[in-house]
């Protein structure tokens, strides 16, 4: 390895902005389930299929409509 590199001619990242950050979240079991089903049906990792799913939401702000019954 060397002991110094050149960096002046580097360029940025342009998937920086992508960058995932794993936090924790409760999800009931239910949930979780029916994006594993989905995961089997489409061969995408079932919490790919969540974070697409969440994106869309937010892309498209999508907003939340709760009714208690």
Known sequence: MKEEYD???AKKNPYAK???KQI???IDTD???YFKKQSDIS???YQ???NLYLTDCAINN???QISWQ
């Open 62 to 64: 999508k907003q939340l």
């Open 43 to 45: 061969g995408i990792p």
């Open 48 to 50: 790919t299929l969540i």
């Open 18 to 20: 992508k960058l995932k």
């Open 7 to 9: 960096f002046s001619n």
């Open 31 to 33: 949930t979780i389930e």
């Open 24 to 26: 924790t979240i409760n």
